[in-house]
């Protein structure tokens, strides 16, 4: 177990560069096994889920070196191996275990993923998919069994309930190897999609449509990579810099940024004052005047990412006029950080769901807990904003998808240590 320790109220100023897509990066380390060559992906950040990953490829005797940003995989004497515990609960990106080797071996025995606490997150589409390609899955104990016909999956049709990002990523990891064609409507449309389309295809995969609505994957036999794949910027990495920068910083630009994939997120804090400078591949954020609070919904890409909504909060907190309203429709119950950030004196509250901020006077640093990831985030911040000493608990959590995020926020100027519990 490990802890955050923050001397919070020094602003911070200067440049921070952003690493590779954490949720690009944990679904292409799982579709790596699907090429019968060695895969190099460049641009992976330096995360928890990472480590936890290759150690997962380990037990299969798939070979990885992870030099700087630089992980190469080597799964040519992969052995089947079920994977039905230890590491898989450590992350909810396990998952993609499940279609990657489906798609390889034609059988996937795989138990069901961890991940963060952040209300009910079901698996059923993913199911719902595999079955769709001929494929039978049953249940045993804490793991799922997933099994192809012997003559392999079948190409069909499949009709999402929800634009769900890990069935779209599944199916296609299942369907790229199957017998004929795959189409899967109402597909998620994050960019790590069409970065997941990117990287197969380039090993022979035929997959059109990545980022719209409906994708269409012709089945081939065989996948192999023949040159590096460079994940793409972690958007939500990006934004939760883009909220420090606007809380407490003196003039901060923020490198590594497609800035398209910000579009929802860049409204809602022009709409509240914050100025900025958005370049080619970097965005500038001036220190924040006045700002004025905002009503948020998130929504699946492009709408407002629920992976933003808990680094924004500290923001609305800063805010002078107005009541703050975030409403979580992806995920209604991600709300752990609220009553973490009323101990630092955070006016925020949660009714119905619906989470409710005021402008609040300067926070004070606390002993906090960071329930999950994102809620770790909006406490880190809130801790680099508050006078005096902030202790984050669990932050573990934080260090699964934020890349040397103590190096970084040190560069800034800030006052940052993480230590063993
Ligand atoms: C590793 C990764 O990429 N994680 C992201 C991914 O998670 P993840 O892929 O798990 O999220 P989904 O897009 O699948 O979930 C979207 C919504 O659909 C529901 N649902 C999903 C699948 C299913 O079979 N049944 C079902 O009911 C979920 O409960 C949720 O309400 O997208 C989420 C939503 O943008 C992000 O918060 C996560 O950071
Ligand atoms: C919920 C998240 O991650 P995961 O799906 O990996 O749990 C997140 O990145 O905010």
Known sequence: MKKMIIHGGKPLKGDVWIGGAKNST?????????????????????????????????????????????????????????????????????????????????????????????????IDQHIR?????????????????????????????????????????NIIMASVTANGQTVIENAAKEPEIIDLAIFLNNMGAVIRGAGTDTIRINGVSQLKAKASHTIIPDRIEAGTYISLAACIGNGIRIHNVITEHLDSYLAKIEEMGVVTDVDEDSIFVYPAGDLKMVQIKTEPYPGFATDLQQPITPLLLTAKTGEGIIIDNIYPKRVGHVPELRKMGGEICV???????HPSSKLKGMDVNA???????????????????????????????YDRVQDKIRKLGGDITVVEE
């Open 26 to 122: 944990v679904a292409l380390i799982p579709a790596s096994i699907l090429s019968r060559t060695t895969v190099v992906l460049e641009g992976v950040p330096r995360i928890a889920d990472v480590d936890n990953l290759m150690d997962l490829l380990g037990e299969m005797d798939v070979k990885c070196k992870f030099e700087e940003t630089t992980l190469t995989i080597d799964p040519e004497n992969i052995k089947r191996s079920p994977l039905p515990a230890g590491k898989i609960k450590s992350l909810r990106a396990s998952y993609y275990f499940m279609g990657a080797l489906l798609g390889r071996f034609g059988k996937a025995v795989v138990g069901f993923p961890g991940g963060d606490d952040i209300g009910p997150r079901p």
């Open 129 to 169: 998919g595999f079955e769709a390609l001929g494929a039978n899955v049953e249940n045993e104990d804490d793991k799922i069994i997933i099994t192809a016909p012997e003559e392999g999956l079948r190409g069909a049709k499949i009709s999402l309930a929800m634009p769900s990002v890990g069935a779209t990523m």
């Open 351 to 357: 009714e119905n769901n619906i989470i409710l901020i």
């Open 371 to 401: 329930g999950e990831i994102r809620a770790g985030a909006a406490l880190m911040i809130a801790g680099l904003m508050a006078d005096g000493e902030t202790v984050i608990h669990n932050a573990g959590n934080i260090l699964r998808g």
